[in-house]
């Protein structure tokens, strides 16, 4: 995205509804000189690339975002990793440029992708079996409804 389909997504995503180019053109305006036509133009090449879908309304559009910020985060991550010749020393690379902060989050982010860690117990239960009536662990490979593939879906 360039600045200023940047400058408009943020608002979209901000807003978290279906917005008009005239709600779009009004915020704007607060930091910049811009006219109707410029921001209604931006509009539609982000309809164009599949980032904001559109609904007629009398004889304008809503404008609604199709993913979130977080997810157009994603796909320039993975863009720019696919294209490293050495995605390995890449990542080495982007967790050094990475504050405490920032690594305390991708640690946060790992642990919801990899899900609960089943950890040996430091005692010996005194039964291996289960109680009678008692629910087996569920095996999300077993259970499609509670899995979630390396996508995030």
């Known amino acids: 995205m360039g600045e200023l389909e940047d400058a408009?997504?943020?608002r979209v995503w901000k807003w978290n509804r279906?917005?008009?180019v005239r709600e779009v053109l009004e915020d704007l305006q607060k930091e910049r000189s811009i006219a109707y036509t410029t921001v209604m133009t931006v509009l539609d090449n982000l309809h164009q690339?599949?980032?904001?879908r559109r609904e007629a309304e009398?004889?304008?559009?809503?404008?609604?975002a199709v993913s979130t910020r977080a997810a157009?985060?994603?796909a320039l991550m993975n863009d720019a990793w696919s294209q490293s010749d050495n995605p390995a020393a890449a990542l080495v690379a982007f967790f050094g440029m990475m504050s405490e902060e920032q690594r305390r989050s991708l640690s946060d982010a790992v642990r919801i992708v990899q899900g609960p860690q089943t950890q040996e117990p430091t005692e010996p239960s005194e039964s291996a079996e289960p109680a009678e009536g008692a629910e087996p662990p569920q095996d999300p490979a077993q259970n499609p409804a509670s899995?979630?593939?390396h996508d995030g879906r």
């Open 72 to 74: 157009y985060a994603a």
């Open 49 to 52: 690339k599949g980032w904001v």
């Open 58 to 64: 009398g004889r304008a559009y809503r404008y609604e």
């Open 18 to 20: 279906p917005v008009t």
């Open 147 to 149: 899995a979630q593939d």
């Open 8 to 10: 408009v997504m943020s």
